[in-house]
């Protein structure tokens, strides 16, 4: 599996980063959960958020998916939040030939290094490019804080980046060379004496050899038009030697399609998918029928014997949409798959077990087959094991020594005597037992084959016999296994010596010479009966232990199944309403409130019109009724939109019953009766005689669910008006946007970079004092310089703006000027200088300086805020509103689904409790004193508790998809929709346990205290 971009991939994702990423702010930083090595940096303009992956030394990407993040940050990322939140990334180059990019933040103020390769690290420089922090420390390269990142310069950042790609003119000759060098080394390391326990060098394959001498051309890309070729990437290249024209033609196509690829403005990403060997088609998810193994911004070559196996996914539009589609859907699949691998293995566990229980109670069964033949046999033959019997007791009875009898019946068995054949030797004489070897019938032949080997594997389990058995008996089933070892073994020692044998069958019994031969078949009856109660035993303790087994490993899948898991969920674009509050009433009209007054104000300018309805009360609380069909607003309507304006209000927290009132939009005015434009949140009405009263509202709003319906219509924005863009040139450097949907820009920052570099030339002008003057009745400095001279004289410039504005001194001053006029420049500086007069008129000279500076400021400052009211008058006019296609907001959101609708999401919604009445995920909410977190997460348990129809039939039940999109919100998503405080949530049902818990407490307290 594909862990880490190749450096084709990173150019490609370079472009693709830069075109989207530059002139946004660094909003904030996190570290991802559960990945130590992963960031994720959020960028935010107004209107516009993006969210980036980093993976140190692996991958980037930006992504349409949720990541988790940690609760507190590290101490890296700390580093990063104090230096770059805030920032404007001005540039992103990459490193021409290395895989390292370069993010430029404040225009070269911060720079911010990602390395993609083993060793790679992230780093962050200053403005002279010294290290301030490092992400880990790599003794390979051995980079500090506080050295100087000297890879890049400035040039870097100069114009556009170059995306040139050198040729190389490939021939014959230029191959030749390449072989004949490797063969050289080959020759030469042939020589070298081998070193024991060195490993054998292998021969360069010619993947390696052209990847070496042209790395640009990436891997991937290499290896994938080799075997376009039929060429395996892993042939040695010396095979190659005589055929250079092929590669010739192999690598111009390579290069070519490497140049198309960097150049292309457009083109699709491809994965390659691997067929899932756990999947189950009925229990797990489709999406786990392929798993992903590669990704390529080409299409890759797959041989025909694969295409079974891996399946080839196109992802339309740009490759960092593949690489985010790869990286993300193996992160949420990660999960399941570790589910399922855990499964197989435990559902092996229960194969193997129950296979060693079934050859265990075969081989019982094995043998107890196997003591009721040889007791069969011993019956047919009883007149032979009788005579055979007879045969040895007489040489024992004649105390002939043990070794001398068995000489004695090889003799005779070499001397063709029949009885002699029946014994097998060695004999068994001290335990007063022989061994015959009757022959079988054919069907008693048959049945041997099939179980002779399953005898011998099983002979073990025969031996461990119960404590109260006999011991006679023991010791004939311990040799009875023994005899079926014996048989199996003796097939395959004497194949080749003895082929008479094979074709008679037979079969060794143990015969006791103090018993006869009925007796001897008895006791074996004795031992089948024995295994028989053993194989009972032995089943039920085996099935006792299997269900052990399978409640165990039972136990230890739903563990961790219950264990808290998160998935990755694709980030779904909101709508332009979801960062207000909102609701859409029961008679389908959208209805808004601002959460701040310079979003009421936002409201007003860009999406009211004449037409629409205005609600407002006694707390200034200001509430926007939507009527873009221009027809008459139902008074349910109203009635819920009054609801909604008292319940944002600080009527909620007072529980105070109140009534709000409503007007055409068309009555309401930002302008004061002077044409100024009214601070924020505030409005007039011009005619208080079209005010109309709504009865007093309940202050009862509900927490619901909506489904956003998977539709073919067009977006709902139409088009957009420069407001977006006023707002973007009216942000602070310094601002900090992006961080939540709610985020406003304030209209009194600072201006636009027109009007700062109109500001840096005013304060370059008030710190020019060349063009100071005197007052009237000052003496100018012009008035006593000689014309010859090009600069003032210090000292004499002193003397005339010594006293000045005393009465009377000018003539004491033009005496003076006569007395020291002997005096040349450099005589008066000592003089004065010696006295301390110097120092003094410095000081009244510097202290001008900056009231003139303050002076130009301030005009400047009134200037600009002249020029930001008249900005803030523009927003108000009718050419700055936005343009939305409400119709397919309201084809797009449902309150219930059929089962024809595909859901592309779920979307909740606070509003006032008689809108949520078709509603089928919906709470009621109350003022009370409980918390927002605390409620929400009691709200989400309840709907994950409710009964589901898995079939999807019962309107009235809850289905499986809408669980599947509800499992994936926290309580998080919930808390910014509430525009209350305190509140009590009603949960259906939930009071009765709480109830009759806190009853029977009571109860309790009162019988101890009789007891008392």
């Not at 045969?391 to 024992?396: M, Y």
């Not at 007007?663 to 009405?685: I, M, W």
């Not at 073919?712 to 602070?732: F, G, K, M, W, Y």
């Not at 370059?764 to 007052?775: C, H, I, R």
């Amino acid at each position: 599996m594909k862990q880490r971009i190749s450096g084709l991939d990173l150019k490609l994702l370079a472009e693709e980063l830069r075109v989207s990423l530059e002139t946004y702010r660094l909003s904030n930083i996190y570290n991802v959960a559960d990945a130590s090595k992963q960031f994720l940096l959020k960028f935010g303009k107004p209107d516009s958020k993006l969210n980036v992956v980093v993976d140190s030394g692996s991958r980037i990407h930006i992504t349409n998916f949720t990541r988790h993040t940690t609760q507190a940050p590290s101490g890296f990322v700390s580093k990063l939040r104090k230096h770059l939140k805030g920032k404007r990334l001005t540039a992103l180059r990459q490193v021409p030939n290395d895989r390292i990019l370069v993010l430029q933040f404040a225009d070269g103020l911060y720079y911010l290094i990602l390395e993609f390769f083993s060793a790679g690290n992230v780093m962050l420089l200053d403005e002279n490019r010294r290290i301030l922090s490092l992400q880990r420390i790599v003794s390979e390269h051995e980079n500090q804080v506080g050295e100087i990142y000297d890879t890049f310069d400035e040039s870097l950042f100069h114009g556009e980046p170059n995306n040139h790609v050198i040729e190389t003119t490939f021939t014959d000759e230029l191959i030749s060379s390449w072989l004949e060098e490797v063969s050289e080394q080959t020759a030469a390391l042939a020589n070298v004496p081998k070193v024991s326990g060195a490993k054998k060098k292998k021969i360069t394959s010619i993947h390696k050899l052209l990847l070496r001498k042209q790395p640009q051309l990436s891997s991937d890309l290499l290896s994938n038009n080799l075997k376009k070729n039929h060429i395996n990437p892993s042939t040695s290249c010396l095979e190659f030697c005589g055929k250079e024209a092929a590669l010739v033609e192999l690598l111009n196509e390579t290069q070519k399609e490497y140049i198309d690829l960097v150049h292309a403005k457009e083109r699709n990403g491809y994965i390659v998918a691997k067929k899932n060997p756990h999947f189950n088609a009925e229990k797990d998810d489709s999406s786990l029928e392929y798993v992903y193994e590669n990704f390529h911004p080409f299409k890759p070559f797959i041989s025909e014997s694969d295409t079974q196996e891996l399946q080839l996914i196109e992802i339309a539009g740009s490759y960092n949409k593949t690489v985010d589609t790869f990286f993300s859907t193996i992160e949420s699949n990660k999960f399941a798959l570790r589910i399922q691998n855990q499964e197989a293995q435990a559902k092996k566990r229960l194969d193997d077990a129950r296979t060693d229980n079934e050859k265990k109670i075969q081989g019982l069964l094995n043998v107890q087959e196997s003591n009721e033949r040889k007791a069969e046999l011993i019956i047919e033959n009883a007149d032979l094991v009788e005579q055979t019997k007879a045969a040895v007791q007489s040489l024992i009875d004649q105390q002939t020594d043990w070794s001398t009898i068995e000489k004695l019946i090889q003799s005779e068995q070499r001397k063709g005597n029949k009885i002699a054949q029946f014994i097998e030797l060695p004999l068994d004489l001290k335990k007063n037992r022989i061994n015959l070897r009757l022959p079988l019938s054919s069907d008693q032949t048959e049945e041997q084959d099939k179980n002779l080997d399953a005898a011998e594997g099983e002979h073990s389990s025969s031996d461990e016999s119960d404590d109260s058995s006999d011991s006679d008996i023991s010791d004939i089933s311990d040799s009875d296994d023994s005899d079926a070892e014996e048989i199996a073994i003796k097939p395959k020692t004497k194949k080749k010596d003895n082929k008479e044998n094979q074709s008679q069958k037979t079969l060794v019994v143990t015969i006791d010479l103090a018993l006869s031969a009925y007796a001897n078949a008895s006791q074996y009856f004795t031992v089948k009966k024995t295994g028989a109660e053993k194989q009972k035993k032995m089943e039920k303790n085996l099935e006792k232990a299997m269900r052990n087994i399978e409640d165990k490993v039972s136990q230890q899948l739903k563990k961790k199944m219950k264990e808290t898991h998160k998935v990755l969920k694709e980030i779904r674009t909101p709508y332009f309403f979801e960062k207000y509050n909102w609701f859409i009433s029961s008679e389908g009209f959208l209805v808004l409130h601002g959460k701040s007054s310079v979003e009421t104000d936002q409201i007003y300018s860009r999406y009211i019109c004449d037409k629409d309805i205005y609600v407002s009360n006694s707390f200034d609380t200001h509430v926007w009724i939507k009527n873009p069909e221009e027809t008459e607003i139902p008074p349910n309507t109203l009635m819920q939109a009054g609801i909604f304006c008292m319940s944002a209000s600080p009527a909620w927290s007072k529980k105070v019953s109140s009534s709000a009132w409503w007007c055409q939009a068309g009555n309401v005015s930002k302008f004061d009766e002077h044409k100024g434009v009214l601070p924020t949140g505030t409005y007039r009405v011009k005619k208080e005689s079209e005010i109309n009263h709504l009865s007093p509202s309940q202050l009862v709003m509900g927490v619901a669910f909506m489904w956003k319906i998977k539709t073919d219509h067009e977006e709902a924005v139409e088009s957009l008006q420069p407001t977006a863009e006023i707002e973007d040139e009216n942000e602070s450097d310094e601002g900090k946007i992006g961080q939540d949907d709610n985020t406003v820009v304030s209209t009194t920052a600072l201006a636009t970079p027109v009007e700062e570099a109109d500001a840096n030339y005013v304060l370059e002008k008030a710190n020019d004092f060349s063009t100071v003057t005197l007052s009237d009745d000052e003496v100018s400095t012009s008035d006593i310089e000689d014309p010859n001279e090009d600069l003032k004289s210090v000292a004499t410039s002193s003397i005339m703006n010594m006293n000045k504005n005393v009465r009377g001194k000018k003539g004491k001053l033009k005496k003076m000027q006569k007395k020291y006029a002997h005096q040349d420049e450099q005589e008066r500086l000592l003089r004065l200088e010696t006295l301390g007069t110097l120092k003094g008129i410095e000081k009244e000279e510097e202290k001008k300086r900056q009231d003139a500076v303050k002076q130009e400021e301030r005009e400047y400052k009134k200037k600009q805020r002249e020029r930001q009211n008249n900005k803030q008058a523009l927003k108000f006019t009718a050419s700055e509103k936005i343009k939305v296609n409400y119709s397919v907001i309201k084809d797009e959101l449902k309150a219930t689904i059929s089962k024809d609708d595909e859901i592309a999401a779920v979307v909740p919604v606070f509003a006032p409790w008689p809108a949520l009445q078709k509603y089928k995920y919906k709470v009621k909410i109350q003022p009370g004193n409980a918390k927002k977190t605390k409620s929400m997460t009691e709200v989400l348990r309840y709907f994950m508790s409710r009964k589901v129809d898995s079939h999807a039939i019962d309107k009235e039940l809850d289905w499986p998809v809408e669980h599947n999109l509800i499992k994936g919100l926290a309580e998080g998503d919930l808390i910014p929709l509430l525009c209350v405080d305190k509140l009590n949530v009603s949960i259906p049902n939930g009071d009765k346990s709480s109830k009759k818990g806190s009853g029977s407490k009571q109860k309790g307290n009162k019988k101890g205290g009789k007891k008392k």
